[in-house]
């Protein structure tokens, strides 16, 4: 089949073309209806079946792959390379939901998971996908504060912890931030069970709270737990997601639909079919960790590779000889990770045998063209770029070369995946833009398969951010992009306060709360500048309570700012620089005029000025930027 056809079939008989998809995967009850959309911008895919994401990644395989590989954990920190089979896999995830069974875990309890990228971490997801639990896995390099701000939304009735990360060869103890966490948290976990990696011996501590999983692993060898069968629409996992706002949106995803869009994904968009091996190196903490490092790879019945470490250790080709060592045929990372490859010699590149790998997908980011060339000229493959977020849960723009590989358009993401019906529209007027022409990108509802269903436990906050934006009920994607006369679609940034460090998303909102909970901060702007490897990092333009402070007072005030934001959101949002001043660029109505910062730190003509409050306080920054940051 054509994409155009698979592609037009999807929008022009959408109940008929899911419901083909959906025979990919095993039903305990079949859907009663396809797609139940009377209640937009909800809908239900999938309404009245009853299936299991843990089942369809790995009981339903038993049978004809339990001896074939499921996951290749490798840890280049640690040393440590397991391989597990499906057989394995099984009986470590009915272990794991043994375990959280017994710790009072069962249907629609919500399990924090904060782990780095160690197998436990996909035994801890899909056993509670075994069991109906809803899963919610935060990130590592999360600070503390973020850590309490998702465990007060989530309510977890258990949170999952390993003792320790690493990174670089160093030791980063998760339990201290966990114990930080939930003594901040209003509703803290009643349990914290750790996976002790032996990297923290005193990771168990807190009398009464604290379980040890070694202990209870013991305990449930050998366990068997039923599959809870849940109905499709019911939640499977949250997935907490920055906005415009300091409180995070907890991303809700279904059983159904999003184990459908994950098997229809796996081969027509990442060419990847039972058997196969899949090599992505995103970390379980984000939704491309969801999707493509457990859930679709395995609901597939192909081997999917875990990677913990940095891509530069033990040397450039590390990854490379990874692909080699287990026939990687697809492998999915981010731009960002092949700019700090880019830094390093280009002979790893081709040291090692990739006949097996046909493709590369990144995502997360703007793929720029020399990276884009750089990376495909050097292995010799196809590179594909992939547009999509969070909220989706699986690509919205790319191409589908299990389908037909369509020409790749160097800066262009591609074209649409099945489902989604996507139009670039005027900001103000909301009528289509022309081809070329710049526009917001929107997804005409209904949301294919495997979108977010919802904000968790806030249905307001859902339509309030996503459909609210034009008179016709439209999902926003707050991009700006542009489409080209043969439906490419290019992206070219985030049309919210969004912003994009090395593939991580960030509130600048949230940087800026955190920056101004320094005692001596009047007022903070936070900006996202260019930057070579990152693609854009975290400036901060502060305003001080005291006027008239000298420069050493100025230096010592940045560092603490800088080390706040280290402290309560982590590293990820670390700020590259601080510019003390005294006055931000306001709007007459006192609105911080953020993109003219922007562009004068990236060193851009800062746009219409006529707005402008007090045109000293531009022109301060501008001297500020010229005289050096202040950390
Ligand atoms: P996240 O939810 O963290 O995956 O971030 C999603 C945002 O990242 C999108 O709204 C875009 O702004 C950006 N993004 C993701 N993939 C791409 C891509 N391939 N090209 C350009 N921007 C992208």
């Not at 139009?423 to 526009?439: H, L, M, Q, S, Y």
Request: hydrophobic share 40%.
């Amino acid at each position: 089949m054509r994409y155009e056809e698979l592609y037009r079939r999807s929008i022009e008989q959408p109940e008929a073309f899911w419901a083909e998809q959906a025979k990919a995967i095993d039903w305990h009850v079949p859907p009663q209806r396809i797609l139940d959309d009377s209640n937009p911008p909800f809908r239900r895919w999938f309404a009245g079946g009853e299936t299991n994401l843990c089942h369809n990644a790995i009981d339903r395989h038993l049978a004809e792959r339990g001896d074939q590989l499921a996951l290749v954990a490798v840890s280049t920190e640690t040393d440590v390379t397991r391989e597990i089979t499906y057989r394995e896999l099984h009986r470590e995830v009915n272990v794991f939901a043994a375990v959280l069974a017994s710790l009072g875990v069962g249907r629609g309890d919500r399990v924090v998971v904060y782990m780095p990228n160690v197998a436990e971490a996909a035994f801890a997801m899909l056993a509670c996908a075994r069991i109906g639990a809803i899963h919610s896995v935060v990130f590592g390099g999360f600070a503390p504060h973020n850590l309490a701000l998702r465990i007060d939304d989530a309510q977890p009735k258990l949170l999952v912890c390993a003792d320790a990360g690493m990174r670089g060869g160093k030791v980063i103890p998760y339990k201290p931030l966990v114990d930080a966490a939930c003594a901040e948290a209003t509703t803290p976990p009643p349990k914290v069970l750790v996976v002790s990696r032996g990297l923290d011996p005193d990771a168990v501590r807190v009398p009464g709270r604290d379980v040890d999983y070694a202990e209870l692993r013991a305990r449930h060898e050998g366990a068997d737990v039923p599959v809870e069968w849940l109905e499709s629409n019911e939640p499977s996992y949250l997935l907490y997601t920055s906005g415009t706002t300091g409180k995070p949106k907890g991303v809700q995803r279904d059983v159904g639909g999003y184990a459908v869009a994950m098997a229809l994904s796996m081969w027509a968009i990442y060419d990847v079919r039972a058997g196969q091996t899949m090599f992505t190196t995103s970390d379980v903490g984000w939704a491309v960790g969801h999707s493509y490092n457990v859930y679709g790879p395995l609901i597939a019945g192909a081997t999917v590779l875990l990677y913990e470490g940095l891509p530069t250790n033990p040397d450039a080709g590390i990854w490379w000889r990874l692909c080699e060592k287990y026939r990687v045929r697809t492998m999915f990372s981010s731009p960002t990770a092949i700019r700090v490859l880019k830094k390093q010699d280009a002979a790893w590149l081709r040291r090692y045998d990739l006949s097996a790998l046909k493709w590369l997908f990144l995502a997360g980011e703007p793929l720029d063209e020399p990276t884009a060339h750089w990376i495909s000229e050097g292995i010799g493959k196809t590179v594909i770029d992939n547009y999509w977020q969070t909220e989706t849960g699986w690509p919205v723009l790319t191409l589908m070369p299990g389908v037909e590989l369509k020409p790749v358009r160097l800066g262009s993401p591609g074209l649409p995946s099945p489902g989604y019906r996507l139009r670039v529209i005027d900001e103000v007027t909301g009528r289509d833009a022309a081809p070329n022409e710049k526009g917001v990108l929107v997804i005409v509802p209904p949301l294919p398969p495997g979108c977010m269903t919802t904000v968790w436990r806030d249905d307001a906050r859902f339509r309030s951010s996503y459909f609210s934006h034009f008179k016709e009920l439209l999902y926003s994607s707050l991009d700006w992009a542009v489409r080209d006369e043969d439906g490419y679609t290019f992206i070219l940034g985030r049309t919210d306060d969004v912003i994009n460090v090395a593939g991580h998303r960030l509130g600048t909102r949230e940087i800026e709360e955190s920056v101004s909970t320094h005692a001596g901060v009047a007022e903070a702007a936070v900006v996202g500048v260019q930057d070579e490897i990152k693609g854009q990092v975290p400036v901060v333009f502060a305003t001080l309570k005291a006027s008239g402070v000298d420069e050493p007072a100025r230096r010592e005030a940045a560092a603490e700012m800088q080390q706040r934001v280290v402290d309560q959101l982590g590293g990820v949002a670390r700020p590259a620089r601080v510019y003390i001043v005294n006055a931000l660029p306001k709007t007459r109505s006192g609105k911080l005029l953020r993109r003219s910062l922007q562009a004068l730190a990236e060193r851009r003509d800062p746009g219409d000025l006529s707005t402008l409050d007090d045109p000293n306080a531009l022109e301060e920054c501008r001297r500020a930027l010229e005289r050096g940051s202040d950390f």
